[in-house]
């Protein structure tokens, strides 16, 4: 039998530019103003730009142009309309860092050009499924490659109120139909973590009602922890693997990954509820530089460092760590960072002897809303299976 499996995600994977070659991504909704839009991929040229079945949203969903994100912000009143970072938006009482916010962990939150309800990004995309950073397509960067006033002052009054929800079940029944008419035998679908939005749980309510045969992965992480998982994925079904062993490669990546940031700042984590006020107003006074990881699906605090350029250090020693003497694969995330981001990237070949492949990755303006512009991150994942 001739295997043709699909692989799907939603748009928190942040892939890299040039990256993910046939997959499929599902947008999510993002809230930035009076009306919602659904944000995905919008890479200009591609399919990405359409529906994969070429039809509207289904009626009562939100237009999928993009559109510019004001300042002034309208919060759904309906908590089902809202995608909690945790289940029931509950805070743990032992970890101060789990979000009760209201959004998903990376989603695109651009304004200006077209967005797709459900996007196949081409092997000729140039950027990102997630890199769009800032409002009207600004890039966010300065010269000395850590964030600018400027880029905080529009984080502050474009993005701080915004809110994203969860793809519905419905879109994901229509994306899997679709696939599975444009010939899937079967459909990989790998998202982020559970612990951090119920988009999983959207994923495994339209499976149980696919055409075809679906494997629902929570990959436990966001970012690259999930876009890992999603290209091994790739791979393994562009070589006309099963549905099983597409799904195996999936879960052996995501097993396999370690995600380390820091960021510059604690405000963004005061506003999203990820520390309290006088937490924050005491670290911003000694110049706390959180390091944070994720465990088991969840956003933990690690360290506290005094300063940035410590922080960057530690980041290096803990990409290092988590190495060891394997052969690995390494994206350096940022926002609104590049230059420094890039400058730890060449440092990291001559640290880590088994480094196989090193990306830049700019992530999506949503963890900017909760981390802020400057943040710095790790994602390691071994490249040797």
Known sequence: MQHRIAVVTDSTACLPAGAGAGVTVVAVQVVGGDVPYLDGPGVPGTDADR????TAPPTGEPPLGGRPVGSATRRSNDPSDRDPLTPGGERSKDDPLTSSGESSACDALASGGERSEVG?????DESSAGDALVPSGESGRSGSGAASSSDEDRFTGELAGATTSR?????????????????ATGIVSIHLSREMSGTVESARAAAREAPVPVEVIDSRSIAMGLGYPVLAAARAAAEGASLQAVASAARRRAGT?????YVDTLEFLRRSGRIGT?????????????????????????????????????LEDLAVEAAGERSVAVAVQHLGARERAEALAERLPKRIPGLAEV?????????GIHVGPGMLGLTITSSDF
């Open 120 to 124: 196949t990004l081409a092997s000729s």
């Open 257 to 261: 990954t370690r995600t380390f940031f």
């Open 167 to 183: 793809p519905s079940p419905a879109r994901f029944a229509a994306c899997y139909a679709s696939l599975a008419a444009a010939g």
């Open 278 to 314: 006088a937490a924050s107003l005491v670290g911003s006074a000694l110049m706390i530089k959180p390091l944070l990881h994720i465990v088991d699906g969840r956003i933990l605090l690690l360290e506290k460092v005094r300063t940035a350029s410590r922080a960057i250090a530690r």
């Open 51 to 54: 529906p994969v079945d070429g």
């Open 359 to 367: 990306q830049v990755v700019e992530v999506g303006a949503v963890i």
